[in-house]
């Protein structure tokens, strides 16, 4: 098309810019052929002019639309151009936080500088088995693209991640690395860690922190990963190339050396580096050049930990570790080591250096020897041997140069046992190489290693433009398109400039062969031969000593200094011999035979055979070699490329310098990508594709039924040159440009008939307002007219009404304001005449006032005066004093020389001085006395003084006052006279105003006494209500806290039923692990036999009880002997898992522990609670029987009082009463006495005997039901009978008199040793739980023990050799089986003797319980021998039960459930069928009391459903129906178990099928474990049945079709990609969901299990498609949005149908319903962003910013979400708490709970079909 078509006005386009190299603008004008300058408007609004070139007529570049930018692969731009390709990289950058960019078949990975979370192990998930064009670009999917390929076309695979230092290609490779080694898992469980466990080892000795990057690959390595035929890891292998070894001795300012020297010296203070004489990093030269010892954020100590830890899981042992520190530390002392100047050219060492010293003790050589070669060189000639002195600066290069060779050898060394550690035994079968290698380089100063590393990077780019070329090719013969070869350029010439013969390696070589070779010369050797014949190679202007070669990505200036010495590398030869004399084994080993090349993995890349010659190749010689093996080994590889792109050189996050980006675009070939895609067909399209979305340029007479034709005539009309696509045999090829054409078409079509719309719909809505207006107007006069009639009619009456009224306010106004004037004439004469008096008033206050204060400050003078003078006085004094004190001062000091005086004074002095002290005291008492007394005086005498001052006062301020009051006397007496008037008359006023008041005080004193009678009735209703409130507050807090503890007790719960679940799956994983670790032990062993005990499968029940393991099908019960050779078993990897696996039965065992002490715990408290009951019942029984015997005692009593008053009264002859003091009074008040004494006794007697019976009742609910009946037996002793109702009745005391007899003490005391009988109880179990932590502790140090010594066996076993290792394993292992097998002997021998017991006590028991029927019976108690006659007529009628012959498991289990077809049974006989018939034959053997059967029956049949699970887990019929079968067989055992809290449920019919002889209490948990076992693998059948589903029916399938179309993406998908699948929409989920639930339907499951299925399929499926949205940059738009809630909605009218809405299943689907309404809303601002935090509760903060980050407009009228925005919704979302992570877990199980359904079906009524072939079975 011409270029007027395209560059028209509006048209974006591209300007070259100096700051930001290309700059956006938009054409103002439109451009014809023959313009010279373009108009154009920047994006700030400034107009340029553009000139136009006149000789190539080249335009700008055209900007791609605005829908195409941010697309996930740059070849799908329309306009493929550098700009182009730069703005992409930035919009997906920075706006969109994404760092990974497809360019074809290249990854572009752009450093953040930032953690970002999407390395995580649920995204390393989402990505495996994805093809590559499906996802979002990242290192993942180019890894699972090379694993894809390796697995499918069995080909060798490369990554070749390439960058400049600090791009992040270490971080990539090590990505792809754990890729590797998470998806492959081996059956080495160790060699991945292996391999991942190399990265630390190569990063500590082989990086270094750079001013570019702080953790920079200072050499290249290709790690080679290898494979078996299963596609696991088996071993690796890695080269290395070109390691920078100049470091060792200098780094730069701002870098650092290899980071291995600053762990060593950060972990110094350890003792084991103690004899290394370590210090800072500051103390020695070659950490210290660079002056940056520190990295920020990085802990050396903390990497050197992790170093050592790597190097000994990768089998490197302590002693060797320590060597190689030892070696480490020697190469700083050495480069410590001081050169002095001698004399002239000689140079020494300082005699007992004292790094040198340390040096020579470290690596065990002379220090004579070693002091003199360091400066000293041997010169050989054809007859002698001369010794030459170095110079000062020859001999430091001498001691580098030997530092840096004793770290290559190391470093070597260290490469080669990585190698040797990661090398397996078994054949590799293919390879994944990881090529980690420096991108192109250019400085402003390029020496030899910037010459080799864009050598390399030039055969890397040579082999990437014929891969690419190659590609494309097979693209275009593959849709069968003609294609014209495409122009690439070849960088071979470039190449041979280095490589070829006479070319600069062969030039350098030759040079440094040459005796007097020097750089110099080297550079005029290269002007001569080079110069003029290859067009690569320039020399500069201003330079004879550098040359410049023109790379592929750039033209480069070297420098020749330093060439030679660098290529040569030589080494004192003499200092190695003196290394070769040590006595340091690891330093031997590094010299050994130097000439031998190291190894194919090492630095030398060298052929075996030529190792003289060999030895003595230069550098560069070296590298070429190595370089041709690594391109062989690429050329039969497929290669994936990863170029790492470095932002800027600030290390900013998220931040782009333009000019470094397309400087580094330009050399790792991404342009030249670019470019060739450019060149042929870059855009390619399915036609449906092509047809959905430019449908509206079609007519409807276009549309053909044949797509493909229909496409061709529509491009044809479309798109005149015919060279502008291809029709392939699928897709349709554009060349560049050509889908933005199209698109410009599209939306000029949309627009054109959005404009036609607009003006239709502008006309009705223009003439819909017209006609409007029309009737609007004609009813606004109608209603104007009327209203303007009805105003005139108003003002009428206005006007006359008006007059009236003015006449009125006028007569009102004029008499008001004579009135106002009135008033204020009197108001102003008042205020005058007050004010007058106010005035008189001050002056006599002023004057008074003035008086005072003259008062005042003369007497403040005077004592001012007084107190100056005092204070001279004072001075004077103490002047006079000091003078004297002085002169007496001087003569005590002249007597105090004297000794005589000296010892006159100390005669008697302690006397005096304890006499002076005794006076001292006194008189401080005295003064003290004195003290207090002078102070009260003084204060008696300062308040007598105020007191007369203020009599003085008052006196003064009283004559004033009567002076004053004198002279207003005059104007009183007439104020008094006018006063006595207004007296007179207020005094009337105020007897009125008194009768009122009285009234009125009468009235509010009725009223208030009403108020006052409310009130206080309304405060006792207050009152009450407060308390009901407070009661009902403390109530509801009761409810509350017990709410909450409920709540609290299920969410313990359900953790703990989760982490119990997990521990469950994770126990039996390891389990089938260790069985299949078994069973390829006993494949791969050879050779001799030995006999060895060997665990079959029935020993690894999954009940973890003793009980259960020793049974199992006679077959496996057998010893078998296992062949144990010499081959490669890693006993310690089995052994670790042995013990993982007796951990995990450990902790399954501990937590069925917790569970049945939590199910004891609730039947103690309902035993408990019946005790209590059964103990209330008793104690009535008690204290009726005791009242009856009080009342009787009492009767007696009173009798035998009232026969004892009579008689003394008919003795005495009178009826009079006796008076006190006589003889009968005193003989009856004895006998009083005495029967009060006697009733005490008998009340202590009645309570002992109440407690002791209500004691022994409590004990009676302690014991088993046969006890009980004994206790029964004794408490129908007592003479019940006696008592009748109706006696007790009629002889029931009062309250009173229950009190007097002292009833309520004695029920407090019953009630007191009630609480102590279980207060006795709590104690029993607190000691119980404390013996139980006592056997927790014991388990505990045993498996400590245990542990020890695995530990000391491992260790033992690693000092041994390989063959005497396995042995060693294999004894342990016996060893410990024996012991095992012994102790589980014992503990059965053990629980055989308590069987035994058991029996006999209940032989025991039962003939107790016959004397006890025989002696009721000859009671004669016919309702009781009834009971127990009808309970012995049901023993004897057994029903619901199948009786089989010993033996017969094996063959019943093979029938029932091996062979079982689940399909037949479920559609055509009763559900849950297996499991009836098992616990009918559970039935028959708990009948026959035999337990033996009981436990094989039971232990065959969990380890036959495990076996049919292990086989067809992949079937989900049969794992559902096994489901459904274990929970009905778990089930029947609780409903026939005889507990309470199960037989309440059943029928009186099936209560009689209860099993009688065994509790199989313990089975519940074993088969509750089972059940959990299968519902993790039903959970994983559906899971694997379902992916493939989910992302095609709820993100890719278009339900409502032609919503908006699609977005162009260029379908540049990688042909290693798996053919299309058929296409999966939401109605084939549904479908398969239906299946799924009418599979278990039909087998019976239980509905709320069927439930909890259904909740798990659908958090599959939004976890799924979520994660897949969140990873999909092309789904995240608003169309999508809406077809995902539309499946959303399909779904849960799938669950409403189906009567599932309860299950849970639709609140799982919340995480994608917000999603989907994220995609839609409108996104622009504060509010939008306020209302988005509100709606997305159930999205985590992460996955909110990476919807809004990925949403991708598809339609013009879309707009990205800005910036701003983000931040908006990030600080609004700051506060939540809320998991990191950015996916959800897939595979998350939930928690499964079985609750409790009993089967209505009768066990008698059950037939047995023919069809299972179970004649053996006899129905009783």
Known sequence: MAASELYSKNVRVWLPDAAEVWKSAELTRDYTPGDKVIHLQLEDGTNVEHKIDPQTQSLPYLRNPDILVGENDLTALSYLNEPAVLHNLKVRFIDSKLIYTYCGIVLVAINPYESLPIYDSDIINAYSGQNMGDMDPHIFAVAEEAYKQMARNERNQSIIVSGESGAGKTVSAKYAMRYFATVSSSSDANIEDRVLASNPIMEAIGNAKTTRNDNSSRFGKYIEIGFDKKHHIIGAN????????????????????????????????????????????????????GRSPVIEGVDDAKEMHSTRKALSLLGISEAYQIAVFQILAAVLHLGNVEVKDSSGDRSTIVPDDSHLTVFCELLGVSYQDMAHWLCHSKLKTATEVYVKPFSKVNAINARDALAKHIYAKLFSWIVNHINAALQSASKQHSFIGVLDIYGFETFDINSFEQFCINYANEKLQQQFNMHVFKLEQEEYLKEQIPWTLIDFSDNQPCIDLIEAKMGVLDLLDEECKMPKGSNDSWAQKLYNTLLKQKAHFEKPRMSNKAFIILHFADKVEYQCEGFLEKNKDTVNEEQINVLKLSKFELLLELFRDEERPTSASSTAMTRPGRAKTDHKKTVGLQFRNSLHLLMETLNTTTPHYVRCIKPNDLKAPFTVDPVRAVQQLRACGVLETIRISAAGFPSRWTYQEFFSRYRVLMTQKDVLSDRKQTCKNVLEKLVKDQDKYQFGKNKIFFRAGQVAYLEKLRSDKLRRACVRIQKTIRCWVARKKYLRMRAAAVTLQRYVRGHQARGLVRFMRRTKAAVVVQRNVRMWATRRRYQKLRQAAITVQCCLRAHMARQHYHKLLYEHKAVVVQRRVRGWLARRRYRRALAAVVLLQSCVRRLIAKRQLKKLKVEARSVEHFKKLNVGMENKIMQLQRRVDEQHKENIQLSERLAGQERSQAGESERLGREVERLRAAEEEARSKAERVPSLLEQLSFLRQELETTRGEKEAVEEQAKTYKQSMEQSLAELNAKNSLMNSERNNLNQLIEEQDLQISEIKAEVANSQQLERDLREERSRYQSLLSEHLHLEERYGDLKDEMRLSVQGTRTPGHRRTDSNYSSNGSEGTQSSGFPEDSSVRSEDVTETAVDMPVLLKLQWRVKELEQDNQGLRRQLDRREDAQINKAKEAEEQRTAGRAELDMEALKRQELESENKKLKQDLGELRQSLTEDCGSPAPPSPGSLPYTVLLEQLNTSNEELDMRKEEVLLLRSHLVRQEALKHKVSMLGEGLNLKDISEIPLPSIHPRKADSSAPDVHTLNEDGELWLAYEGLKETNRVLEAQLRLQDRTHEEECEDMREEVRRAREDNRQQQQLVAQSLHLPQGARVDASLQHEMTRLTNENLDLMEQQGKQDKVIRKLKKQLKLYVKKLEEFEAGVQQESVPSLLAHRASISRKEKDFQGMLE?????????????VVDLKPRGVAVNLVPGLPAFILFMCLRHADYANDDQRVSTLLNTTINSVKSVIKRRGDDFDTVSFWLANTCRFLYCLKQYSGEEAFIKFNTPRQNEHCLSNFDLSEYHQVLCDLAIQIYQQLVKCMEEILQPMIVSGMLEHETIQGVLGAKPTGLRKRTSSFPEEEAHTVDSIMQQLSLFHASMTQHGMDPELIKQVVKQQFYIICSVTLNNLLLRKDMCSWS?????????????????????????????????????????????????????????????????????????????????????????????????????????????????????????????????????????????
């Open 1680 to 1820: 999508k949005g809406l077809q995902i809630r539309y499946n959303v909605w399909q779904l849960e009218e799938w669950l409403v149908e189906r009567d599932l809405i309860s299950s849970g299943a639709k609140e799982t689907l919340e995480p994608l319903i917000q999603a989907a309404q994220l995609l839609q809303v409108k996104k622009k601002t504060e509010e939008d962003a306020k209302a988005i935090s509100t709606m997305c509760s159930s999205l985590t903060t992460a996955q909110i910013v990476k919807v809004l980050n990925l949403y991708t407009p598809v339609m013009e009228f879309e707009e990205r979400v800005s910036v701003k925005f983000i931040q908006t919704i990030q600080t609004l979302l700051k506060d939540r708490v809320d998991s990191p992570m950015l996916l959800l877990d897939s595979r998350k199980i939930f928690s499964i709970t079985f609750t409790f359904a009993p089967s209505t079906v009768a066990l008698e009524t059950i037939q047995i079909p023919s069809s299972l072939n179970l004649d053996f079975l006899t129905r009783i």
């Open 1444 to 1456: 089989y012959k010993r033996g017969d498991e094996s063959r019943l289990l093979k029938n029932l």
């Open 238 to 289: 890695m080269r290395t190339y070109l390691l920078e070894k100049s470091r060792v001795v200098f780094q730069a300012r701002g870098e650092r050396n290899y980071h291995i020297f600053y762990q060593l010296c950060a972990s110094s203070h350890l003792q084991e580096f103690k004899a290394l004489k370590l210090g800072s990093a500051d103390d020695f030269h070659c950490t210290s050049h």
